[in-house]
């Protein structure tokens, strides 16, 4: 089993529930759903070019995937992860936008965000005492040999080649799309997200995803609210 830590909107949140119909998976019920329908493409196309952000659902990764370290427990997990979201105040990203990220497309900030590249940074530390080492089957899937040597480093180091400040916070909503439908997909997805790009996005949520075994999809395990570590401590 792995786990990871996500950004993710509430299951009833409007983006998750479009990026859900887009990706044809809710990663809250692990259940098929039907895609949107669009004139540009059809469903199998759909089916091929989502098929890799579907298995993760819909998320920003905050920790990369990771299986426990030697000695450490679900329930320890739970429980930081549980402390780690009541510490951290809820924030706005400013503005979203749809870009491509090399050969796949995302969401993303329009311009950097400090108070988002500093919870990616935090989460990145706090959870780095529940992480395994990677295995070299794991470090080979990296293509480490395209990877620039600080990111080699990290790779080696936390488990992720992309982390602080080689981070980029994305929502992914494909896997690679050929160049001949880049065109296409790009006006699809403006159609598909013009209620939400250009707009702020509410970092009020962080979601714990479960891996059950290798290949199976990431299904979400907590969904807890940010802030109020006063609160919870007195209840």
């Known amino acids: 089993m792995r ?5 993710a909107p509430p299951a009833d949140d409007r983006l998750s529930q479009t990026a859900a119909r887009w990706l044809g998976r809710d990663a809250f019920n692990s259940g098929a759903l039907a895609w949107t329908e669009t004139p540009a493409l059809d469903g199998e196309q759909q089916m091929a070019l989502t098929a890799e952000p579907r298995r993760y ?42 870009t491509e990220i090399g050969p796949f497309f995302a969401l993303v900030p329009t311009r950097h965000c400090v108070p988002l590249q500093n919870l990616a940074e935090q989460a990145v530390r706090r959870f780095e005492p529940f992480r ?7 470090i080979a899937r990296r ?3 395209k990877l620039t040597q600080r990111q080699r480093e990290y790779l080696t180091a936390w488990g992720y080649p992309y982390v602080f400040e080689e981070f980029q916070f994305h929502l ?18 403006e159609a598909a997200f013009d209620e939400f790009i250009g707009k702020p996005l509410a970092i009020s949520t962080l979601a714990l995803f479960v891996e059950p075994h290798r290949g199976a999809p990431f ?17």
């Open 172 to 189: 992914t909503l494909t896997g690679p799309v050929p160049d001949d439908m880049r065109g296409v997909l790009q006006e699809t997805l």
């Open 57 to 98: 659902g819909f998320h920003g990764t905050l920790k990369a995937p990771f299986e426990l370290a030697a000695g450490r427990s679900e329930a320890e997990l739970i429980a930081a992860f549980d402390e780690f979201a009541a510490e951290i105040e809820p924030f706005e990203v400013p503005e979203i936008t749809l």
């Open 143 to 145: 293509n480490p040999e």
């Open 219 to 235: 299904t979400v395990h907590s969904l807890l609210p940010l802030g109020g570590a006063t609160t919870r401590k007195i209840a």
């Open 132 to 138: 395994a080492p990677l295995s070299e089957a794991d």
């Open 3 to 7: 786990y990871t830590i996500y950004f």
